[in-house]
């Protein structure tokens, strides 16, 4: 991890663009997040990533890192308020850091650009989401980046622990040719969780009145419950079949 990161992560404070000033670090990656994102990196060596949420850069300059050890050639970023809520901080941490000319801003709404990406014929190899965290703007940023990202590719999440994306990861493990590739640290069910799961596995009348997730549990999808970073390996592209049933989740 670059010594940058590594110094904004531990100070929790960030430079002002003329260095007169410092800010409080928000809303950022921590760094088994950042760890997390190299390692898929470096796994899969991809050659074009793309990420929603540039804020400060930290994911950014992970990223980027990662991609030129591992020989990548392009990162894009999504970001609708680069220079009005973040005041071009994080473009110019990668620019400083020496990644200006592998990134490419886009700065608008994910919703706007990534259609956009789709009619380009744009492909991607790996995709990190961290914009808004309502479970109709994750859902869309999703399914767009499903168009764009490769057989073979990696999509992760942040705020996974969060409810809204965590349905979002079940939909996708459920519904759609994903399997779980990489995941920061959760902690295991509890006791109840674990009993009432049981129950419902054993009981018909209980499995009519409880939610999904206590028939078809987080382990059983390969997802850790309350990870905050939850990554998927891309299995195939989606095709709408006319006998598909839908899967609860
Ligand atoms: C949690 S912060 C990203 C933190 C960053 N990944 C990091 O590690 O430093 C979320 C970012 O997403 C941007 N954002 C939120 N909703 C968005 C949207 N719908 N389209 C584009 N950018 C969005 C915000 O401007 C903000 O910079």
Known sequence: MLPLVEEILRSKQVRTVDGAATLPLK???NAEIGHLLQKLIAEKRPSVTMEIGLAYGLSTLCICEALVKAGGRRHIAIDAFQSTMWNNIGLHHVRAAGFGDLLELREELSQDALPRMVAEGLKVDFAYIDGT????????DFFYVDRILNVGGVI????????SIHQVCRFIATNRPY???GSTAGTPPGFRGRAVKWAARHSRNLRL????HFMRPDEELGIQASARCIAFEKLDDYVVHPDYVFQDF
């Open 133 to 140: 965290h309502t479970f109709d703007q994750k859902i869309v």
């Open 179 to 181: 399997r779980v590739c």
């Open 156 to 163: 992760a999440f942040d705020d996974c622990d969060w409810p």
């Open 27 to 29: 809303d950022s990656i």
């Open 209 to 212: 009145v409880v939610k999904p």
